[in-house]
């Protein structure tokens, strides 16, 4: 095969066995991205009123609430309702922002436009947040309350220049936001899981639970996802390491992906996906829908909340049942976090081979502690050397990624489990990353190395016709 000659030859094998290219982003359920004929939802109610904040607004802030302010009557004169399009608003901002601004302080042509498109963006849009969801160079948008806002750029955390007026500006954002996939965050409910349109992942949780004002994560959803030729340049893994993940997804063992948060599980998930081979009926499994299979048989099933009563919920465990019930080929979780883990198991053990998850663990024992426990909690009082024993048969390969102090990430362990002694799981690393140390400008220097011996899991890769090269284990040869 593999990836070797794979990227030797420039081919793309690697996409892909249905060769389409990436379909764009299915709209997340529930969510319309615009109302039909191309005419806006408008809600007056929403518009960021003229209050001021906890820190008193400077004159652009001033000027801004007043044209909302002024929006709102100038609407209803135009009789421009509820739908009123893009361009009629963008209009409307415009003629108001110029009558407003006349009474005061000039406004040079960028600084007018700049401001209509804020305006817009506050009535319509995100607010503060498009232009950071508009920069590709952003990957997660994080605001911890509405004067402190943060975004990761190339793996790093920087303050972004970005603010809310107030509170009471952030709070009718994060409203947009939920209530777009008909849900809602209040005090009887403070926490909320939502998508935006694009598919980006939110989180928001708002006072008093959250102390110092709401705070909204917003894990974004990339236009054009990571393939495993990215992660080999961006330097996350070594290519003998590729390749064998590569045999080892195609040949169905059981992979799991663990990492601490923000890692790059779900990205690793979605790059090893891409090496099942086409005609296999895919199941996917999360809380909230990130996995962009590019296969074509793909069934994707979603959680859902409880409503304000708590009825109505949902879970990953029932979800899972389920899909044993839908004929699956391949199961693929994403991410295992409670009692579905003893389901999981017990699907892994009884024929549904290729399964693939991500755990949330800093180390490859920790994710096996993780699991115990979560098995644990499914209530069954297994003893622990069964739940040990299931674990033990049903995984075949841990996969630890980390995000370095550089931030860069990195598979740092590919790991056999390789069966039980006594009351312990056996586990036998193949792959590893050796830190040497931190050059000046802060990039960590290191190594990828193979641990130098043959996995016991090589036979059951040349058994499926996909063996690797007798040297490929070699420790020198990576
Ligand atoms: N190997 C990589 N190199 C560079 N960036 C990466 C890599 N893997 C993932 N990323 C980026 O890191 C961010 C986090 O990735 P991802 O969502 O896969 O992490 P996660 O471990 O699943 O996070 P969580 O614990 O929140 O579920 C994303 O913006 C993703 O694009
Ligand atoms: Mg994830």
């Given amino acids: 095969m593999f990836l070797r000659n794979r990227l030797a030859t420039k081919t793309s094998a690697l996409e892909p066995a249905t060769g389409r290219s990436s379909p764009p982003p299915r709209p997340p359920l529930g969510t319309s991205s615009q109302a039909p004929s191309g005419r806006l939802p408008l809600a007056s109610s929403s518009l960021p009123a003229a209050t001021p904040g906890h820190r008193p607004p400077d004159g652009r802030m001033q000027l801004k609430a007043e044209v909302h302010r002024r929006l709102v009557e100038d609407l209803r004169r135009r009789g421009l309702d509820e739908t009123a399009t893009e361009a009629e608003l963008r209009q409307a901002i415009g003629e108001v922002m110029d009558q407003t601004a006349a009474s005061g302080r000039p406004l040079g042509r960028t600084e007018r436009d700049r401001l209509v498109e804020e305006v817009y963006n506050d009535v319509l849009g995100l607010g503060p947040l498009e232009p950071l969801l508009a920069d590709d160079d952003i990957s997660e948008v994080m605001v911890n309350g509405p004067f402190d806002v943060f975004v990761e750029r190339s793996g790093r955390i920087e303050r972004a220049v970005v603010r809310f007026a107030d509170e009471a500006h952030l709070r009718r954002i994060i409203d947009r936001i939920v209530s777009r996939v008909g849900r809602r965050i209040d005090d009887a409910s403070p926490m909320c899981d939502a998508r935006l349109v694009d598919g980006s992942r939110v989180n928001a949780i708002i006072p008093p639970l959250a102390i110092d004002g709401s705070v909204l994560t917003i894990r974004k959803f990339r236009k054009d996802p990571l393939k495993i030729t990215d992660l ?9 390491m590729g390749e064998f993940l590569e045999a080892a997804v195609a040949a169905k063992l059981n992979v799991l992906i663990s990492g601490g948060t923000g890692t790059g599980k779900t990205t690793l998930l979605n790059v090893l996906s891409a090496f099942i081979p086409g005609g296999e009926r895919l199941i996917t499994i999360e809380d909230a829908a990130e996995l962009q299979l590019q296969q074509e048989h793909v069934i994707r099933l979603e959680t859902r909340p409880g409503n304000v009563e708590g009825s109505g919920r949902v879970d990953q465990a029932e979800l899972l049942r389920n899909s044993l019930r839908m004929r699956p080929d391949r199961i693929i979780l994403g991410e295992v976090r409670g009692p579905e883990a003893l389901t999981m198991l017990q699907a892994m053990n009884t024929g549904h081979e290729g399964s693939l998850a991500t755990v949330h663990a800093n180390t490859t024992r920790d994710a096996l502690a993780r699991l115990e426990t979560m098995v644990l909690m499914a209530g069954m009082e297994l003893p622990l050397r069964a739940i040990r024993e299931q674990v033990a048969s049903a995984l075949d390969v841990i996969v630890q ?49 193979a641990a130098g011996i043959r996995p016991k899991c090589a036979d059951r890769l040349e058994r499926a016709g996909l063996g690797l090269a007798s040297d490929h284990w070699l420790a020198a040869n990576q």
């Fill in 232 to 240: 080999l340049e961006l330097g996350s893994l070594s290519g003998a």
């Fill in 401 to 449: 990624i980390e995000r370095g102090q550089d931030g860069r990430r990195r598979v740092v362990g590919i790991t056999e489990v390789v069966g039980m002694e006594g009351e312990t799981i056996m586990l036998q690393e193949i792959y590893g990353f050796r830190k040497e140390g931190v050059r000046e400008d802060g990039s960590v220097r290191g190594s990828f190395r």
